[in-house]
């Protein structure tokens, strides 16, 4: 039987580090903030805002809303977009996309400030994890990955990895992530011959490509730790799967993360600890 790499132990690390590390700044007088920008009022983009706001708020980041009409026009967001940009008092900034038609979601991608990105959308923000570099932060779910592995004593150094997906939001960016921690990385696509006989080589196996349980067992060898990124939904099972076939391939593997439970828990966890890093930066 493979260990079982639950986001709660983590998530619960996670929340005491930041609890402290805001009581810190509290002391110097900042309280970091975060502000959510929202056009209309989707279901997705409404859950994720209640769990995103419930965490920020329980280890004492104050949260402001920005809640624009679904109709808005192109003029009146920017100037909207603008004023958050511009409040020295917002530290982090999470626009939640896609945007409406008709607004232009590459514009307001660039419209963001770095300092502000915390959810690691911006070029800026991908050039500094590209670069290692402290310019913006990585996109939140690439970083709940490794922050899984960390805690479970998982040392990328030396070990081969492999990532299926090159999304700029998860496979690029975890990617990069492991290479900066000496990982030997190789990344699996779409155009990728023959999957299987390289993940079966790889020490860390990252399943980022948005398809339910497409890895299978033959991807996988018993020295490996398994690490399902993807979020499915499953006809069978009425409810959330990963891109791992879990039941088929935790067996076979050293140890593996579960969907749900996994790295979606750590996500808006990550997201707070940009924040409070983007207002620790101010000083």
């Known amino acids: 039987m493979a260990e079982v790499l639950k986001g709660k132990p983590v998530v619960d690390a996670m929340v005491a580090r930041m609890q402290g590390e805001t009581a810190k700044l ?29 965490r920020c708020e329980s280890v004492g980041i104050r949260v402001q809303k920005v809640v624009l009409p679904a109709d808005i026009d192109q003029a009146s967001f920017d100037k909207a977009f603008a004023a958050v940009n511009a409040d020295p008092s917002v530290h982090g900034i999470l626009l939640f996309r896609p945007l409406p038609k008709q607004l232009d979601n590459e514009r307001a991608r660039r419209m963001l400030r770095p300092e ?25 779910t690439a970083q709940a990955a490794m922050e899984l592995l960390h805690h479970y004593g998982v040392d990328p150094k030396g070990k081969k990895a492999a990532v299926i997906g090159r999304s700029l939001v998860i496979g690029r960016p975890v990617a990069m992530l492991l290479m900066h921690e000496n990982a030997t990385v ?33 991807f996988t060898n018993p ?57 620790a930066r101010t000083l």
């Open 223 to 279: 020295d490996q730790v398994v690490v399902d990124v993807g979020i499915n939904w499953d006809e069978a099972k009425g409810g959330i799967s990963g891109d791992v076939d879990f039941d088929a391939v935790e067996p076979l593997v050293r140890a593996i993360s579960p969907v749900p439970g996994g790295v979606g828990s750590v996500t808006t966890c990550v997201l707070a600890s940009h924040v409070i890093e983007a207002a």
């Open 116 to 140: 502000k990105d915390i959810d690691g959308c911006t070029d800026a923000s991908l050039a500094g994890v590209f670069t290692n570099t402290k310019v913006g932060f990585p996109p939140c």
């Open 186 to 218: 190789v990344n699996c696509h779409t155009r990728t011959v023959d999957v299987p006989s390289i993940t079966r080589q790889a020490d860390i196996l990252i399943a980022a490509a948005g398809q339910l349980h497409s890895v299978k067992p033959d």
């Open 26 to 54: 509290a002391e110097r007088g900042i309280i970091p903030t975060l502000c959510i920008v929202r056009v209309g009022e989707r279901p997705d983009d409404l859950s994720y805002e209640r769990g995103a706001v419930k």
